[in-house]
């Protein structure tokens, strides 16, 4: 059973940065494609980022496009979420989560249903 612990929250002016991680562990990291979500106060949880289990390919909602950045550390069974330009708007518990491929286009890793294991979330708050 795989399992996921998201570290790096925090607290940020607008304009800041934090950089998010999600260590994993239980079964082979590289096997599995990645997504980070999020989940603001009385939201519903909603796509961020996710990337292919080489790394080689990448989507973004429009709404952190230009902003965050999602990589990825096999060897250390890692993946990461760079945020830059935080705006208050992006204050959400982010979550990362692991799915093990194939996963058909950007409109299944939108979807929270496609992954299969989830963290706990680490929360982001970003003041104006």
């Known amino acids: 059973q795989v399992q996921l612990v998201e570290s790096g929250g925090g607290w940020v002016q607008a304009g800041g940065s934090l950089r998010l991680s999600c260590a994993a562990s239980?079964?082979?990291?590289?096997?599995?494609?990645m997504g980070w979500f999020r989940q603001g106060p009385g939201k519903e949880r909603e796509f961020v980022a996710s990337?292919?289990?080489?790394?080689?390919?990448?989507y973004y909602a429009d709404s952190v496009k230009g902003r965050f950045t999602i990589s990825r550390d096999n060897a250390k069974s890692t993946v990461y979420l760079q945020m830059n330009s935080l705006k208050p708007e992006d204050t959400a518990v982010y979550y990362c989560a692991a799915v093990r491929p194939p996963v058909f286009g950007m409109s299944y890793y939108m979807r929270p249903g496609t992954f299969d294991t989830w963290g706990q979330g680490t929360q982001v708050t970003v003041s104006s």
């Open positions: 239980g079964r082979t990291f590289s096997n599995d494609d």
């Open positions: 990337i292919s289990r080489s790394g080689g390919s990448t």
